[in-house]
């Protein structure tokens, strides 16, 4: 058996909006995320970091901002076209670790609503995804309400 591991960051600007989506997750804020697609930066982390992995390039590769069929695409659509993506290479996630940052919105209540969208998606058990979330203590960005980053790591083998 074959273990790689991948990592990948996302961040996106707040812009007018009433909501946000944070791993599948609709939450309710007074801002939302600039994007080209839906703005799912945990998502769009998760999928940098199985493209590393297994050495296909990166979100923007695969699901271009230049091209209008991906302008408000659901985050959850492009995650499970990159898990077969890897499948078809013989790849498999083991588990993955995300971290969002961000002063608001608060992340705790709905993070295992999260796990339980991309476990589901990946086909695997909500406890192979861990998501916590952290703030910058008002420092850069993120700590001055600008925005959200999110950095994931996952493990992914072959089968």
Same mark, same amino acid.
């Given at each position: $058996?074959?273990?790689? %591991?991948? /990592?990948?960051?996302?961040a996106?600007?707040?812009?007018?909006?009433?909501?946000?989506?944070?791993?599948?997750?609709?939450?309710?804020?007074?801002?939302? !995320?600039? +994007?080209?697609?839906?703005?799912?930066v945990? !998502?769009?982390?998760l999928?940098?970091?199985m493209l590393?992995?297994?050495?296909?390039?990166?979100?923007?590769?695969h699901? =271009? =901002?230049?091209?209008p069929?991906?302008?408000? +695409?659901?985050?959850?659509? !492009? !995650?499970?076209?990159?898990?077969?993506?890897?499948?078809?290479?013989?790849?498999? @996630?083991? *588990? +993955?670790?995300i971290?969002?940052?961000?002063? &608001?919105p608060?992340? *705790?209540p709905? @993070?295992?609503? $999260? /796990?339980? *969208?991309?476990?589901?998606?990946?086909?695997?058990?909500?406890?192979?995804?861990?998501? &916590?979330?952290?703030?910058t203590?008002? $420092?850069?960005f993120?700590?001055?309400?600008?925005g %959200?980053?999110?950095? +994931?790591v996952?493990?992914? &083998?072959?089968?």
């Open positions: $058996m074959k273990i790689r %591991i991948g /990592q990948g960051v996302d996106h600007a707040f812009c007018e909006g009433d909501h946000v989506i944070l791993g599948g997750v609709r939450i309710d804020h007074n801002q939302a !995320l600039a +994007a080209h697609s839906d703005g799912d945990v !998502l769009h982390a999928c940098d970091a590393g992995a297994s050495a296909r390039g990166d979100i923007g590769t699901f =271009p =901002p230049s091209d069929c991906w302008e408000n +695409a659901d985050s959850r659509e !492009l !995650l499970r076209q990159v898990d077969m993506l890897l499948k078809h290479d013989g790849w498999s @996630v083991v *588990n +993955a670790d971290t969002l940052v961000c002063e &608001k608060r992340v *705790n709905h @993070v295992s609503q $999260m /796990q339980a *969208n991309i476990a589901a998606d990946l086909g695997l058990d909500s406890e192979d995804i861990s998501i &916590k979330a952290t703030t203590e008002g $420092m850069g993120c700590g001055r309400g600008e %959200i980053a999110t950095f +994931a996952v493990l992914i &083998k072959s089968w």
